[in-house]
């Protein structure tokens, strides 16, 4: 356990080295990135995969290991983990009705939407007004809704896009989190 | 706009596209990877697409539907991304028929107007506006303590009995207050100094209160054969300037020594309104502010305040003591002489 804490230290003043507390953002920030990527590489349990990666990846800077770019590094450290993990684990196949299961509405459905419903207001403001209206509409009235909402919000088209990814991510997160406990 | 940002073109975003609905080969992906690895923005472009992709295929607009059911679609995390997906749009749905999210925050839709165009005033009011939330989250808080303290000195002393009557009558005149600040700070933005000067002085009241119930705390539980630590008096207001009353100035008060606290129960003359705040003041020292009248059994208008121990001791030597009571606009509604006579 001293050893992992150990690790961890050395993982964070790599992140950076001046500020302990925007380290441990920087390091959370990652840990999304890694989810989202083993996610992308349908690993089974993306959230489990990237703890592992990034505790591998402190434990090789603590070891001395020279890593320039950390970040680079933790997503090659995370591939090898979905490697290991896909060795262990059968895929997880579709049910054959896939489909139907989306159109039937279930419980589940009305769970995840009492869910969204509760991060939508755990959400701040702002993060709340971008996904209500960026993701809101559909053709033309999208688009101009887009332009309206960056003028309001005073951003660029690409951070506006950049914003709602963020928020969605965010929404995301406390969704699961929300079923998890449900 | 960043030199990444350049990178991503309509014919990366199709190899993204590509990627995404895994039609690249297993060498082209790892390519693309070792792209994002080294390019957060163009990893970020992956995900912005991602979800592009899922809404379009929940809009039955993706015409690469089947490759995204058979090549996405294939672990339990990314059909819960996807069904997440469903209930936004389900629930963006009923909003644009509804359109109420906007309206339900529409008091809140003044500082989003802020950022779009920030000024030093915008920025300023955003502040006060944290400054004032913060405030009353913690008038909510410390209201709940105050509770819980009196609470629990209920079973403790009878002779507080009286002093807990007072005290919660000013909370519950200061959860009125909070009430009313929460809804002017909804409707004011533009006089919020104003309201940080209300909530400044309801920081003193409750900082008075808080005095006042420590005070109590110590009294020791098995003394009631002692002399009171707590009395109470009630006043009546001197005559003024052509008004009729039964004002009986001048009452001299015998007030045992060892007396902590002293509630006052001020009878206010019928000129004064139930629907205004008042405050008061001790020989020129103000000593309560933002009182609601309440009316008592008899049909008076009647203020409540304690007069704490440090106010007490302060006062005590002096023989004849000048209340006077005033409205928020500091003009004089009524005055009563005392003479305190210690004991």
């Known amino acids: 356990?001293?050893?992992?804490?150990?690790?961890?230290?050395?993982?964070?003043?790599?992140?950076?080295?001046?500020?302990?507390?925007?380290?441990?953002?920087?390091?959370?920030?990652?840990?999304?990135?890694l989810a989202n990527f083993l996610r992308l590489k349908n690993s089974s349990d993306s959230q489990t995969a990237a703890e592992e990666a990034l505790d591998r990846t402190a434990k090789k800077i603590a070891a001395g290991a020279d890593v320039l770019h950390i970040r680079a590094y933790a997503f090659r450290v995370a591939k090898f983990v979905l490697l290991e993990q896909r060795r262990k684990l059968q895929p997880d196949a579709l049910p054959e009705n896939y489909e139907?299961?989306?159109?039937?509405?279930?419980?589940?459905?009305?769970?995840?939407?009492?869910?969204?419903?509760?991060?939508?207001?755990?959400?701040?403001?702002?993060?709340?007004?971008?996904i209500v209206n960026y993701y809101e509409g559909e053709g033309r009235s999208k688009a101009d809704l887009k332009i309206k909402l960056a003028e309001r919000f005073g951003l660029t088209m690409t951070a506006l896009k950049l914003r709602a990814l963020r928020a969605r991510q965010k929404l995301e997160k406390c969704i699961n989190n929300c079923l998890a406990k449900k | 706009m960043t030199e990444s940002e350049t990178i991503i073109n309509n014919s990366d975003e199709n190899l993204l596209r590509q990627y995404l609905l895994g039609e690249l080969s297993e060498?082209?992906?790892?390519?693309?990877?070792?792209?994002?690895?080294?390019?957060?923005?163009?990893?970020?472009?992956?995900?912005?697409?991602?979800?592009?992709?899922?809404?379009?295929?929940?809009?039955?607009?993706?015409?690469?539907?089947?490759?995204f059911e058979k090549n996405y679609l294939v672990t339990p995390e990314k059909q819960g991304k996807v069904e997440t997906a469903r209930a936004l749009q389900t629930y963006l749905a009923g909003q644009g028929a509804k359109k109420s999210v906007p309206e339900k925050i529409s008091g809140w839709q003044k500082v989003s107007e802020m950022f779009a165009a920030p000024s030093i005033w915008q920025y300023a009011t955003v502040g006060l506006l944290i400054l004032l939330t913060l405030g009353g989250s913690f008038l909510i808080v410390d209201r709940t303590r105050l509770n819980n303290q009196i609470a629990a000195l209920q079973s403790n002393?009878?002779?507080?009995?009286?002093?807990?009557?007072?005290?919660?009558?000013?909370?519950?005149?200061?959860?009125?207050?909070?009430?009313e600040l929460q809804n002017r700070l909804r409707e004011?933005?533009?006089?919020?100094?104003?309201?940080?000067?209300?909530?400044?002085?309801?920081?003193?009241?409750?900082?008075?209160?808080?005095?006042e119930i420590e005070k109590i705390r110590r009294i020791p539980k098995q003394n009631s054969s002692l002399a009171p630590e707590l009395a109470t008096i009630t006043l009546r207001p001197e005559p003024r300037q052509g008004e009729m009353t039964t004002a009986n100035p001048k009452i001299p008060i015998a007030i045992p020594r060892n007396v902590e606290a002293l509630s006052v129960k001020l009878?206010?003359?019928?000129?004064?309104?139930?629907?205004?705040?008042?405050?008061?003041?001790?020989?020129?020292?103000?000593?309560?502010?933002?009182?609601?009248?309440?009316?008592?059994?008899?049909?008076?208008?009647?203020?409540?305040?304690?007069?704490?121990?440090?106010?007490?001791?302060?006062?005590?030597?002096?023989?004849?003591?000048?209340i006077k009571v005033k409205d928020l606009g500091k003009n004089v509604i009524a005055d009563y002489s005392v003479e305190f006579k210690p004991q």
């Open chain 2, 267 to 322: 009878i206010l003359p019928f000129t004064a309104k139930i629907e205004n705040r008042y405050l008061v003041e001790f020989n020129g020292l103000q000593v309560a502010s933002n009182l609601a009248p309440k009316v008592d059994p008899s049909g008076s208008k009647i203020l409540r305040f304690v007069l704490s121990g440090k106010n007490i001791s302060r006062n005590f030597g002096v023989e004849a003591a000048l």
């Open chain 2, 27 to 67: 060498a082209e992906s790892e390519a693309l990877e070792e792209r994002f690895i080294d390019d957060q923005v163009i990893f970020e472009q992956v995900l912005a697409l991602e979800n592009k992709l899922i809404d379009s295929y929940l809009l039955n607009r993706l015409p690469e539907r089947e490759l």
């Open chain 1, 100 to 130: 139907n299961r989306f159109a039937a509405p279930e419980i589940k459905s009305d769970l995840r939407l009492e869910c969204l419903e509760e991060c939508l207001n755990a959400l701040g403001f702002i993060d709340r007004e971008i």
């Open chain 2, 188 to 211: 004011e933005t533009g006089q919020s100094q104003s309201l940080v000067n209300e909530l400044d002085n309801e920081r003193k009241t409750r900082e008075r209160l808080e005095d």
């Open chain 1, 1 to 33: 356990m001293t050893v992992y804490n150990s690790a961890m230290d050395f993982l964070l003043a790599k992140l950076d080295a001046e500020d302990r507390e925007r380290a441990g953002e920087k390091y959370l920030v990652l840990l999304d990135e």
């Open chain 2, 157 to 179: 002393n009878p002779a507080v009995s009286s002093r807990e009557e007072d005290l919660n009558s000013q909370l519950a005149a200061a959860r009125q207050r909070e009430n």
